[in-house]
């Protein structure tokens, strides 16, 4: 396992710096000077020469790329022209708001995904698997943004303005006014409330297409011969489809976490602007408007290379499921 796992983070390598050179010469040859954004109108050419320099921008692109892998591979990521702080502290402060928002959409959606494609292969051409049918179809046809628009509505506006209900889920920030003045547990609870809607939102679309899996995985594996022997050994119908079956179902859905990580964290790009949710996705979107380049190629960077962890992650998880996996 051991030396599975160091060959494929030794393979991974090449490719992340493959994609950190993409993403490099995209973001340095779009039009622009950030320079430009951060003088006052009426300045000299030698003002914004000398600024220029400051930034490197002077340099020709291939120095700058050089000089950017290598101070790249060292942790240095460059300094931010619009937070003017090293890029680097700049990440760690949104970095862990975008974690909870990814990591709570995923446990949500692979939790609810599971147990309702079970239900409905468990409950095959019933009613409730019809129903359940056509409202995560529903879902899984909608792209997060709308979702995410469409429960601000009813959630926010229409629940206060229309149907004259109060805000239990608010649809801007992470934190409410009174944060700073409520205690350790309203404290917990003002973030939780806070974190429903733009968790729902991505959530909701990855879950309706885990549960199809989980069922088209799930009525393949009831029909096969050690689960008509735990019939007919008498077992109780729970112990058979929790234990037997369950089990041999999840191989083809864990392979949707490295699918879906890449979907989850492009998805937090448009939801975290949405609901002014402080995290990575924003404040790349935030450096893009302010050209500041150092910034949106570490986000991008970092996103790359976190998809490439799930993929070795969800690898991994082969073997936690299936004893029979081995990499030696």
């Known amino acids: 396992m051991t030396q599975f796992v160091v060959r494929r983070l030794l393979g991974a390598v090449p490719l992340v710096l493959g994609i950190a050179t993409i993403i490099f010469f995209l973001v340095n040859l779009a039009p622009g000077d950030p320079t430009l954004l951060l003088l006052s109108p009426g300045v000299t050419d030698e003002v914004i020469q000398q600024m220029r320099e400051n930034f490197g921008l002077d340099q020709p692109v291939h120095i700058r790329y050089v000089k950017w892998v290598g101070a790249m591979l060292t942790g240095d990521f460059g300094y931010s ?7 680097v502290d700049v990440l760690l402060d949104f970095l862990p708001n975008t974690l ?12 609810f995904g599971i147990v309702l494609g079970t239900i409905q292969a468990v409950r095959q051409y019933s009613a409730l698997d019809s129903s359940l049918s056509v409202v995560l179809l529903f879902f899984y046809s909608m792209p997060s943004f709308w979702l995410a628009l469409m429960l601000i509505l009813t959630m926010s506006l229409y629940a206060r303005n229309v149907w004259g209900l109060p805000i239990y889920f608010p649809a801007s920030g992470m934190t409410s006014t009174e944060y700073e003045f409520l205690s350790a547990a309203g404290r917990i609870a003002d973030r939780v409330r806070h974190l429903v809607l733009p968790t729902l939102s991505l959530a909701l679309v990855l879950m309706a297409g885990i549960a199809r899996y989980m069922r088209g995985s799930m009525l393949e594996v009831v029909r096969q011969d050690f689960v008509r022997t735990a019939h007919a050994k008498g077992l109780p119908e729970r112990t058979v489809v929790f234990k037997h079956a369950l089990r041999n179902a999840l191989l083809p859905i864990i392979t949707l976490v490295g699918l879906y990580i890449p979907f989850l964290f492009s998805g937090t790009v448009f939801i975290e602007t949405i609901f002014a949710w402080p995290g990575m996705g924003r404040l790349i979107v935030e450096a893009i408007f302010q050209r500041d380049y150092p910034v949106v190629m570490a986000g991008a960077f970092f996103f790359a290379t976190m998809v490439v962890v799930a993929n070795l992650v969800a690898d991994l998880l082969y073997a936690v499921v299936d004893p029979r996996i081995r990499y030696e």
Do not use: C, E, Y
């Open 81 to 87: 022209f619009s937070h003017s702080r090293p890029v």
């Open 100 to 111: 909870i928002l990814s990591a709570s959409a995923l446990v949500v959606a692979f939790l």
